[in-house]
Structure formats: C-alpha cells, structure tokens
C-alpha cells in the first residue's frame, strides 16, 4: 500500500517564485528520497536526507525532514519553466529485507508559467 | 551510479497478448525491482528480481500474471501477461545504488504500455 502522502497535488507558480512541497509517511524509514519526473517517463533522484538528519540543501533544493512528526517537505527555489514535472517523495524502510523497496507518496505536479 | 537502457519506450498492445519489458544496466547489481505507474498515480512495486534465484512479489502481484527473469547481474525482463486495458501503465525498472544506502537509486526511462 501507498505509505506517503503528498500536498499539495498540483501547485502552480510563475517563474522565480518559490515551490514548497509537503509528504507524510506512516513508518519508521531509513531514509527518504524525492524524485522528478518528466512527461511520465523516467524517474530522476533529486536529494536523499537520511533518518538522522533534519536538512539538507543541493543547489537550489532544500529538504527537510521531521522523524516525530513522520513529514518532509522540499523547496524549490527560483524556480524555472524547466522545474515543470511531477515530483515524488519515496521511503526506504528500517530492515534488511527493506532495501530497495522504496514506498512512493501520491506526487505533486508543478507547473513553472514563464 | 548505474546507466540503465530499458526497452520498449512505449508499445500498444492487443488485449490477450503479452509484452516483455527488458532492462539492461551497465553494471553488475545484486537486485533489480520492477515499478508500475498506474495513469494518474504513483508507483507499486510489483517484485524484486534477484540472479540466481525467484524473484519476490508484493501483495496483489502474482508470478503468472508477471513471470520475471533474472539471467545474470546486468539483465532482467518483465513480462506483462494476458494483457487487458487495465494493465495500461507505465512500467519501470530500478536497481540500488553501489556500495552505500546513502545514495539514490537509479531508474530506467520507463515503458508506457496501452492495451486496446
């Protein structure tokens, strides 16, 4: 079953403004990953912030991550028409028999209007 | 990380008839997991395919309706079987990162399936 939620499911936003996206998940993890997703092809990892950390930044994406309230949220910003794609946080489980398994959030889709 | 070549890119499929995705990685990984991305909506992990062994399905999947293979540490294949316009989908394979958890795992360019 669909362990993440994401908010909002579709935002949309003018260039050079800022995108906040939210995801919730319900077990313990090990780590949780955001990917993006083009035109419903490929998924391309963005940034994994591990069970332990609370922030992390890569270039213009920040994500952070709250453990007790089982919630990551991920910042774009300025963004560009060429952020336009669907994004998806997903969650590598505690266990051994875990890895790889990645459970995905529902997704958001943003659009950047030139 | 990992390049993987996954193919067909998309395919349009009579109902009753199969389709075996394929998935090349440029090196050797120990598991490769098969995706589906239903119209609209996220992903389900439909199994894990392990060299030398059978592969692992999730609730709700099952080997006959998939039958995977695993020839070697660089290849598998995906079968979608008996096909019916609820199989229409997005297909996709994934392997782990080397040598660290701490990585993002790679995923192929995705296959698009109609069924008609």
């Not at chain 1, 993890?29 to 992390?56: A, C, D, F, M, P």
């Not at chain 1, 309230?69 to 963004?79: D, E």
């Not at chain 2, 995977?68 to 294949?77: A, E, M, W």
Request: proline share 3%; glycine share 8%; net charge positive.
């Amino acid at each position: 079953s669909q362990q993440g939620e994401e908010d909002p499911q579709a935002l949309s936003i003018q260039e050079g403004e800022n995108a906040t996206m939210n995801c919730s998940y319900k077990t313990s993890i090990n780590n949780l990953q955001w990917y993006r997703q083009n035109s419903g092809r490929g998924l391309v990892h963005l940034i994994l912030i591990r069970s332990n950390e609370r922030e992390k930044h890569s270039g213009r994406l920040r994500v952070t991550l709250d453990t007790s309230k089982k919630s990551s949220s991920l910042l774009i910003t300025a963004s560009r028409a060429a952020d336009t794609a669907s994004y998806f946080c997903a969650t590598d489980g505690t266990g051994g028999t875990s890895y790889g398994k990645l459970t995905f959030g529902q997704g958001t889709i943003l659009t950047v209007h030139p | 990380s990992a390049v993987i070549s996954q193919k067909p890119s998309r395919d349009i499929c009579q109902r009753g008839t199969s389709l075996t995705i394929q998935c090349q990685v440029d090196s050797q990984v120990t598991m490769m997991f098969w995706y589906r991305q239903q119209p609209g909506q996220s992903l389900t992990l439909i199994a894990t395919a392990n060299q030398g062994s059978e592969a692992t399905y999730e609730s709700g999947f099952v080997i006959d309706k998939f039958p995977i293979s695993r020839p070697n540490l660089t290849f598998s294949t995906l079968t979608v079987s008996n096909m019916s316009p609820e199989d229409s989908s997005i297909y996709l394979c994934s392997v782990t990162p080397r040598g660290s958890r701490d990585y993002g795992y790679t995923f192929g360019s995705g296959t698009r399936l109609t069924v008609v």
